[in-house]
């Protein structure tokens, strides 16, 4: 998982679309054509069930080439500061052969300035504090420090990273599921997890630390725009 894979928004992950395309059944589709689970870690298999989503919509034909588009909402700060594993199941109204799983994560104040870790610490109130926008000069939707997306990066935003720092133990891990759901393992405990994170952390930045010259990575940033949803 790289920046590209998870967003920083405060209300964490409250909302997201799928365009499924030549579904069997569009308008019979309901939330049991999917499955939904939330984790932080390398083994999807034992996530638990993710919280139940606000009734989905559907929308025949708004996605990209015709496709239908399904909206999945949940109550703000539900889903925070871990993995979404969403499922589309192979049913007789998806049409699929085979079920399709992608990854969609959120870390509160993470601004992607480390390719190694997603670690929210000083460095992200730092560059909120340093890149600013007001209302005469807006922040595009993808702007990386405009954490609460109000279009503006401003002392809110600062606050944000601040409020909400983590650690090697806490925070989102740049994991690498496996592509499909693998039988679970009985020597994968969660501290020897942990500990093997805490050592690659420690690592790398024993490395880092002794490297003249740092570019920090200006990789894509969020393809999952959070948004502040009417009620």
């Known amino acids: 998982a790289r920046f590209v894979n998870y967003t920083s928004y405060p209300r964490g992950i409250n909302g997201l679309m799928l365009d499924l395309l030549d579904a069997a059944d569009g308008d019979g589709l309901t939330a049991a054509d999917f499955s939904v689970a939330v984790g932080n870690d390398n083994a999807p298999s034992?996530?638990?069930?993710?919280?139940?989503?606000?009734?989905?919509t559907i929308r025949r034909g708004a996605g990209t080439d015709g496709a239908d588009r399904v909206t999945?909402?949940?109550e703000d700060n539900e889903i925070e500061n871990r993995w979404l594993q969403v499922t589309v199941l192979a049913t007789p109204a998806t049409g699929l052969l085979a079920p399709d799983v992608f990854y969609f994560g959120n870390a509160i104040g993470e601004a992607g300035d480390n390719?190694?870790?997603?670690?929210?610490?000083?460095?992200?109130?730092?560059?909120?504090?340093n890149f600013r926008h007001g209302p005469l000069t807006p922040a595009a939707i993808d702007d990386r420090y405009d954490y609460n997306r109000d279009k503006q990066v401003n002392g809110n935003d600062q606050v944000i990273a601040r409020s909400n720092q983590t650690n090697p133990l806490t925070m989102l891990r740049l994991i690498a599921p496996p592509a499909t759901?693998?039988?679970p393992s009985p020597q994968t405990p969660?501290?020897?997890?942990?500990?093997?994170?805490?050592?690659e952390y420690e690592q790398t930045n024993a490395k880092q630390a002794t490297s003249k010259k740092t570019t920090p990575t200006r990789e894509a940033v969020d393809q999952l725009l959070a948004t502040d949803w009417a009620s």
């Open 181 to 183: 759901k693998a039988t």
């Open 46 to 56: 034992g996530w638990t069930t993710a919280p139940e989503p606000l009734p989905i």
């Open 115 to 129: 390719p190694i870790n997603a670690i929210v610490n000083a460095t992200d109130e730092i560059t909120a504090r």
């Open 190 to 199: 969660t501290d020897t997890a942990a500990l093997d994170w805490l050592y």
């Open 72 to 74: 999945f909402r949940w």
